[in-house]
């Protein structure tokens, strides 16, 4: 049996490195096909580079929902949505010389239209429950119908994004030194490396969280978020590095906006349907809200992230991680249902 857990593990870590290789040919040829077509900053970092980190957390959802295991899927989008918020801007932060700069447009356009995104999908949870309640206490089961409700408001997020780039003018040389083919050639073969490393780092994750007795979705939050984040990660740290620290911290929003309105009801699309854990989801969900106020609150000083505030982000994420693991342990009074 160990020797078996030991050889997961390993799967999980070469998995990991292999999403990690497909996430950075996704995200540098989607990067500079934004470039190449001309798209606004922001745009590159809340639509084109967003979707293309969070490859990793759609694929999670696509194979745990082909494969039965909702929960998990669902479990690694809430979680990785608490790392993009807390962690990300604080590692890209720290890994700056100076301060991580934001903007108006980010911190209401891009933070107001995510916070959006959290409360309609808690609402379209809460919907499940109130109409189509199974036997279970306080669960229901999100729907089809019900799943579309975050993919309209997704497409009013691009439609905003649109009139955006329609407005916006790159200049006169923005296409030089682009070679399109090889780019979309990049682009294609990253998204091969990441589904074929996130089916085997799906069924690994499965296989030791039922040795341990864990829950699916509390190992989603954890260890699959941890690894299906690692790209956004790497995204926004060089984004920053590169002075573009909107793009880094808009590909945080992007990428969290994304994952909550498309991935999850994705997934649902795909199984049918998908029995939502309501005592489950809304403590989590009060975590993503706090972390979200958390960091629009540190943005929104003097339109800087300082290296003092990147600090209290990885502590918060650190507090988090240890409320999981004792509330998993048993060690406390339960939050989280059992």
Known sequence: MAANLLAEVVIIVAATVAIWKGSDWLESSSERLATHYGLPEVVQGAIIVAVGSSFPEV????????????PLGVGAIVGSAIFNILVIPAVAGVATDDELESSRTLVYKEAQFYMLAVSVLLITMALAVIYYPSEATLTGVITRPLAAIPLALYGLYVFIQYQDTADHNPGADWT??????????????????????????????????????????????????????????????????????????????????????????????????????????VPMFGVLTGATILLFTVLRTDLVLSELESYALLGAYAVFVAWIIVETAGWIGGVLPT
């Open 59 to 70: 694929a999670t959802v696509v194979v745990a929902a082909l494969g039965g295991s909702m």
């Open 176 to 281: 030089t030194g682009i070679s399109v083919g090889r780019q979309w050639l990049f682009l294609l073969l990253g998204l091969a490396v990441i589904l074929v490393a996130v089916e085997n780092l799906v069924h690994a994750v499965g296989v030791i969280g039922r040795a341990a007795g864990v829950q699916e979705f509390l190992l989603g939050v954890t260890i699959l978020a941890a690894a299906t984040s690692l790209p956004d990660t790497l995204v926004s740290v060089r984004a920053a590095r590169d002075d573009r620290a909107v793009t880094s911290l808009a590909n945080v929003l992007g990428s969290n906006t994304f994952d909550l309105l498309v991935a999850i009801p994705l997934g649902v699309l795909i199984a049918g349907a998908w029995t939502v854990d309501f005592a489950m989801a």
